[in-house]
């Protein structure tokens, strides 16, 4: 069983993209599956990120709200932008195996028009021997459009992984 941190290297985000950030958590006294479960659940995902007013799968006869392998699925954005995503990597933790999902989106401004894609990926860590675990996500994309007020991503993903581990403590 590996008890070590794994070494989060991002198979699909690219650093030589546009645009690019990266981060972690480290997350202690829950399970990996636990905040897998909460993750990959669409649903919840306006609780976790404020920019993210609704969200749910492209397929309107899809009961469970969590992500799989080649889901399809949208986010509406304050702003009215709207960004339709595709699962490109979906595998949830397991004993000495971290949890991995990838997905790749395209954003839509208020007028219909492409204004970026990205890439963005997460990992669920194994616990080491005192039950701590990190989870990493990073991002990268390619801009069509400038947008109209510049992002700070490093640090809205920092917060995102806060909120989800945050969240998962609450609603274990």
């Known amino acids: 069983m590996i008890t070590s941190k794994i070494k989060f290297t991002p198979e699909y985000a690219r650093d ?3 645009f690019y950030a990266d981060g972690g958590v480290e997350v202690e006294n829950l399970t990996p599956e636990l905040v897998w479960r909460n993750l990959t659940n669409v649903s919840i ?3 976790l990120d404020k920019s993210i007013v609704d969200a749910g799968f492209e397929d309107v006869g899809q ?3 969590h992500l799989y392998d080649k889901a399809q699925f949208y986010l509406d ?3 009215e932008q709207k960004v339709r995503a595709n699962v490109i990597y979906c595998v949830g933790p397991k004993d000495d195996r971290a949890g991995k999902l990838a997905y790749e ?3 839509f401004g208020n007028d219909g028009q492409e204004l970026y894609t990205y890439v963005a990926e997460f990992v669920v860590g194994v616990p080491d021997k005192n039950g701590v675990f990190d989870v990493m996500a990073a991002i990268s994309g390619k801009l069509k459009k400038n947008p109209s007020e510049p992002k700070n991503l490093g640090d809205e ?3 995102d992984l806060q909120n989800l581990a945050d969240w ?5």
């Open 77 to 79: 954005l304050a702003g």
């Open 105 to 107: 989106a395209t954003v």
């Open 16 to 18: 030589n993209d546009v």
């Open 157 to 159: 993903l920092l917060v």
């Open 168 to 172: 998962s403590r609450r609603h274990h």
């Open 63 to 65: 009961s469970d709200p």
């Open 45 to 47: 995902w306006p609780r």
